[in-house]
């Protein structure tokens, strides 16, 4: 069982629609990071979040720390979003004492 | 360039070679991680260094695999008796302390055939 689990882990979607992806974990978290990857490139990191709400051009990152929850939001999705989203959160237990802990990803894929 | 940057970005190479691979991280970062993915998956956690000490290596790291940071700057791991089951991409990261928000390289794709 992964201690934190993504959801959904494909999504399709048109041009212009607002994307949510969801993120949730087991166990207590220092911090929790979306990251980015493109098909065949490297990782890039988006957010790193310990509470709230933060928000870069049209990325908006939320986490709940009660409810263990975060979710990715993409408003005006264009194709060029287009890629595999990561959740990787520091967990207090397990994860290698420091290493991130990774979600499987979400791989999005945006239609023009 | 100021990222974190990983070499060599390709190798194949054949089953029960050694194989050894660098990264460079963010020049003030005193945390580094190694990281494996594969095909369809998240990464994995393999190692991390705080300055030049390896503070904790995961079950998957098995007796194959060694991980360095001789001077708290660049570090290597390297793969001995390779296995297909290697092939993978391997993941740099870098960071200041725990929490801090990590900086991933490019990864190196290894393939064994």
């Given at each position: 069982k992964n201690e934190v689990e993504q959801s959904p882990q494909n999504l399709t979607a048109q041009e212009g629609e607002f994307i949510t992806i969801n993120c949730s974990y087991s166990v207590g978290i220092s911090a929790l990071h979306w990251l980015q990857q493109h098909p065949g490139g490297g990782i890039v990191s988006l957010f790193m979040l310990s509470s709230g709400k933060k928000k870069h051009g049209r990325l908006i990152a939320t986490i709940n720390i009660q409810e263990k929850h975060s979710s990715l939001h993409i408003t005006?999705?264009?194709?060029?979003?287009s890629a595999v989203y990561i959740c990787a959160a520091l967990l207090y237990?397990?994860?290698?004492?420091d290493g991130l802990t990774f979600g499987k990803g979400t791989h999005l894929i945006i239609q023009p | 360039d100021t990222g974190v940057s990983q070499d060599p970005r390709h190798k194949i190479t054949k089953r029960g070679q050694n194989v050894t691979f660098r990264c460079d991280p963010i020049?003030?970062?005193n945390r580094l991680y190694w990281y494996r993915q594969t095909l369809g998956q998240g990464p994995e956690f393999l190692t991390y260094f705080q300055n030049e000490a390896q503070l904790e290596k995961s079950?998957?790291?098995?007796?194959r695999f060694s991980a360095e940071r001789p001077k708290g700057s660049f570090s290597t791991l390297e793969i001995q008796?390779?296995?297909?089951?290697?092939s993978a991409m391997y993941l740099c990261a870098s960071s200041t302390f725990t929490g801090d928000e990590a900086f991933f390289g490019q990864g190196t794709r290894l393939t064994v055939v």
């Open positions: 005006a999705s264009h194709p060029r979003d237990s397990g994860g290698g004492a | 020049s003030e970062h079950r998957l790291l098995s007796d008796r390779t296995e297909q089951g290697d």
